[in-house]
Structure formats: structure tokens, C-alpha cells
């Protein structure tokens, strides 16, 4: 039976929680979101245990270190694995963040891309030849930064517009990303979303983060989703309109229990926006 498209809130699948889930998933949950990485080559029992979600729930895949922005070559031996891991478990989407992580080795990191006209190419040309060896569109993700590069010719709206139109991909929107870099680089978050093509949204994101300094944000996805960031969900489903939107928690991972609520919270304006 081919499983739904992906719609509503979801959350994170994370081992953390994958006994709480196996004995009853929450009914706010419409979907889970897993990183390729995670999976790819892990044990028979693991992968059982994960197909027992595939094969009845939608998920979408979020990559963690393909490394767009990066300057050694694309890593195509993980694009085929990712082809067939989307293809064994139906997996419809999958989104890479707008950033750099590796030089001749990953960093574990995302690291921001400098603004400027040839890293728009250079990017544009990485997008490119992952969605020809996919066979399909991925998502973009705008990330988070907390230094700007040394050097840029534009501001982060015109860099992500320019790459999105010259690679012709989507755009997975993280709306915790934008409030931490509007806070880390004071400017107006809804003034800065405004000026994003609503037509190249395909997903989002909602995520907590730490606050290091009132002027320093951290984007941990180790905390609660906070009010300003749940009143910029709110405007952006009212600009955007309703994409499937996920809750991330990726660190100080609490019970299931405990995130339902920020999940729920998700869907309640998903509705509010719908009618």
C-alpha cells in the first residue's frame, strides 16, 4: 500500500524515542523526518524496525553532510546510497542545508557560505548535480550563522533567491533559523521572510535554541520551541500558507510525551491557517 503524502506536523524520529513510538504514536504526529546519514548501512534489526514506520507513516529525509557550499567534490557515493534509501522506504523528500561542512574531511559543523555572485555558481552547480544523480528536486534549507563572511556582495535573502532560481530547487524553510539570525544580526525576521518566493516552499521547521547573550543565539534544537518563534510560524502560515512543518529535537531529548504538546501546537495553527 503506497504510504500518503506528507501533510500536517510532524517530529524528528530519534532512537531516543523509538520505543515510546513503537508502543503508540501520538495522534498529532502526521509524519517523521530522519537524516539518511543515520540510517544507510546500520544493522538488519535497525532497518526492520525502521521500515516497520516507512512502510505506514510519511517521512521526509534531511541531510546532514552533503556540504553544498563546500570545496572538495561532491560526495556522489553518499548521493546513490540516499537514491536508494528514498526509493527502499518511499521517501518522497529530501532537503540538504544551505551551508559547508567538510574540507577533505567533515567538520561537524554547518558553516556559512559567503553572499557573493560566485559562490551563488558554485553552489547552483553542487544543487545541480545532487538533483541529477537523485532524479529528482531537493530542498534547500536557509541555516543559521553567527559571523557573517568576510567578504559579501549581498544580503542572505538575495544569495538564497538567486540560488534557488538558478538551480530551479525548493526551499525547505526553518523558521527558528530565521529568528536566531534575525536576533544574531538585527534585522526584522518578517521583513526578511517576505522577501522569499513563497511558490519554492515545500517544507519547514520549527526548532529551540540557547541563548548565549540577548544578542547571541545558538540554534541547538536542545530546548522548547519559544513564544516569538511560535508568533513567526503563525505570520508565516499567514504569508505562505500551510506546508508540512516538523519539530525538531535533536538534543536534551525528553520524553515523547513532553514534545507532543509543541507538536500539537504546530497542528492548531496548521488549522488556523487552513480555515
Not at 506536523?9 to 515510546?20: C, P, S, T
Not at 534531511?62 to 556540504?67: A, E, P, R, V, W
Not at 532560481?165 to 523558521?175: F, G, P, S
Request: hydrophobic content about 40%; some cysteine; glycine content about 4%.
Amino acid at each position: 500500500m503506497p504510504v500518503p503524502a506528507l501533510h500536517g506536523a510532524g517530529l524528528g524520529f530519534r532512537r531516543d524515542l523509538l520505543v515510546a513510538l513503537e508502543e503508540r504514536v501520538p495522534d498529532c504526529i502526521d509524519f517523521f523526518e530522519i537524516a539518511p546519514e543515520n540510517w544507510i548501512g546500520t544493522d538488519k534489526h535497525s532497518s526492520r524496525r525502521l521500515r516497520a514506520f516507512t512502510e505506514r507513516y510519511p517521512f521526509a529525509c534531511h541531510g546532514l553532510s552533503l556540504s553544498l557550499g563546500g570545496l572538495t567534490p561532491l560526495d556522489t557515493e553518499l548521493l546513490g546510497n540516499i537514491k536508494i534509501f528514498l526509493r527502499e522506504h518511499n521517501i518522497p523528500l529530501y532537503t540538504e542545508h544551505l551551508s559547508w561542512c567538510s574540507d577533505h574531511g567533515h567538520l561537524y559543523d554547518l558553516l556559512p557560505i559567503p553572499f557573493t555572485e560566485d559562490a551563488v555558481k558554485h553552489v547552483v552547480n553542487r544543487i545541480c548535480q545532487a538533483q541529477d544523480v537523485l532524479g529528482q528536486p531537493i530542498g534547500i534549507e536557509n541555516a543559521s550563522f553567527y559571523m557573517q563572511a568576510p567578504i559579501s556582495e549581498m544580503d542572505e535573502a538575495t544569495f538564497i533567491n538567486a540560488v534557488l532560481e538558478e538551480a530551479d530547487c525548493l526551499l525547505h524553510l526553518d523558521v527558528n533559523n530565521v529568528y536566531v539570525n534575525s536576533v544574531n544580526h538585527a534585522y526584522d525576521p518578517r521583513e526578511f521572510l517576505l522577501k522569499l518566493p513563497k511558490e519554492r516552499v515545500v517544507y519547514m521547521h520549527m526548532a529551540g535554541h540557547y541563548a548565549e547573550k540577548p544578542d547571541l543565539l545558538i540554534d541547538t534544537h536542545s530546548a522548547a520551541v519559544i513564544d516569538p518563534v511560535w508568533e513567526l510560524l503563525d505570520f508565516t502560515y499567514q504569508h505562505f500558507g500551510v506546508f508540512p512543518t516538523l519539530l525538531e529535537r535533536d538534543f536534551n531529548i525528553p520524553p515523547l510525551a513532553e514534545l507532543v504538546p509543541e507538536v500539537e501546537q504546530i497542528a492548531s495553527l496548521q488549522r488556523k491557517h487552513a480555515a
